[in-house]
């Protein structure tokens, strides 16, 4: 197995690529940590290529802003808040059977940060508006650019949260020290 995209044979890329393998043959929940331009989603999709179950779904948490990001990541009921016509499946649920790839997680807000870690802990998601729960079978990728140890020292990450997430961490050199 090749980890396509992923370019380079210095020993780090070559450890990495190791592990991408290992990760195939399992479906724990990854930390990917790196700077800006490492290739932490290429690492993502790899893992996933891996062991294509399902779809792929990146979720840009950066991009999570406004009165919206709830209904984006767990969806929403029709009639549960103005506008909502209908019924929308959030980005969770569409990556159920599948790959959720949480980018730039160290951005998701705290409110979403105990909502997101309430479907880790119970594999269940409550769309906006609605009392039923729903069933999800999602495999949890996440990357960031931040320490999380240090944003949870500083009160901006949940402690728990980081727990969950940091069960199989990989950390992705610069590309400064990179050929």
Known sequence: MTAIGLVGRAPAILQIRAQIEKLALRRATVLIQGESGTGKEIVARSIYNADPRGHFVPIDCAALVGTMMESELFGHVRGAFTGATENKR?????????????????????????????????????????LQRI????????????????????????EDLFHRLNVVRLTLPPLRERR
């Open 90 to 130: 959030g980005l969770i649920e569409l990556a159920n059977g599948g790959t959720a790839f949480f980018d730039e997680i160290g951005e998701l807000p705290v409110e979403l940060q105990a909502k997101l870690l309430r479907v880790l802990q119970e594999r269940e998601l409550r769309p906006l508006g609605s």
């Open 135 to 158: 069933p999800v079978d999602v495999r949890v990728i996440a990357a960031t650019n931040r320490n999380l140890q240090r944003e949870v020292a500083a009160g901006r990450f949940r």
